[in-house]
């Protein structure tokens, strides 16, 4: 049995305890609790204790500075379960402690992907353009299930996309005459695929947006590109075949036919 003779605040941590123990060869340091421990066990002056719950006292301390640490972590964000688990392997705590610090943490409703998932998505829908294929896959990343990703992924309505994805379009949509509506459209419509979007939300989204079309802005646009494109074959086209070329040009562009001949009549009626 060895006794304890002294327990002293720690300098740094005033919330951690040296223990001193004299095993009957003079005192000497023994280990060190946190105050949870300490209170726990009623560590006092003069108590016995033998090697048995000396190593009880220094694992279970281990667990509490792991699992304190696993706390000051979860204080930034919610975290997985995966998350957790991939943390404490990288601070080398033992795997029966980590079992133990994630079921505490469980017992205490500090650790739950239901949860987590729900928030995540709620997050996402109120904060990025993402899409809820997206969102899913980063749910799935962090460790969370399939079955619990896809069940938090229904908040994300068809109607909640719809209304995020035409926001965004009006506001990217570019009303200074650089490219074509078409080509505008067109590129957005792929951004947001890329984003998690479905078609079906896409083409809702899109449905009515021609009535928003900016004619200003086209025919600023066409003239840019119809220039630089007659710029670029004028040297080796006339007439006709220049005209068919440019009209090539500026329909890849994603401008309309009847836009188009409007643009080549009128230049050729200034040459």
């Known amino acids: 049995m060895k006794k304890i003779t002294r327990i002293t605040t720690q300098k740094k941590h005033k919330k951690r305890y040296n223990i001193f123990l004299d095993d009957g060869q003079g005192e000497k340091y023994g ?38 640490l696993t706390i000051n972590f979860l204080s930034y964000r919610m975290r997985t379960k995966k998350e957790i688990h991939d943390y404490l392997v990288k601070k080398e705590v033992d795997v029966e402690h980590i079992k133990q610090i994630k079921e505490r943490l469980e017992s205490e409703g500090l650790l739950d992907d239901t949860i987590f998932a729900d928030a995540f998505v709620r997050t996402r829908i109120q904060t990025s353009i993402k899409g809820p294929m997206l969102v899913k896959k980063e749910l799935i990343e962090k460790g969370v299930s399939v079955a619990i990703a896809s069940k938090a992924i229904e908040q994300y309505t068809f109607d909640v996309q719809t209304e995020k994805v035409e926001k965004w379009i009006h506001k990217k949509m570019n009303k200074q005459g650089k490219d074509s509506f078409n080509k505008q459209l067109q590129q957005l419509q792929v951004t947001l ?4 979007f479905e078609q079906d939300v896409i083409k809702e989204a899109v449905a009515d947006l021609g009535e928003d079309k900016d004619d200003d802005a086209e025919w600023i646009a066409i003239t840019k590109h119809g220039d630089k494109l007659l710029r670029k074959h004028r040297a080796k086209l006339t007439g006709y075949e220049l005209r068919n070329k440019v009209k090539e040009g500026l329909y890849r562009k994603g401008f309309g036919i009847d836009l188009i001949n409007q643009f080549l009549d009128e230049v050729e009626e200034e040459a």
């Open 31 to 68: 280990f060190s609790v946190d105050e949870a421990l300490l209170i726990e066990y009623k560590l006092r002056k003069d108590l016995e204790l033998d090697d048995s719950m000396i190593e009880t006292l220094i694992k279970k301390d281990d667990v509490h500075k792991s699992y304190t």
């Open 193 to 196: 695929m890329q984003k998690g």
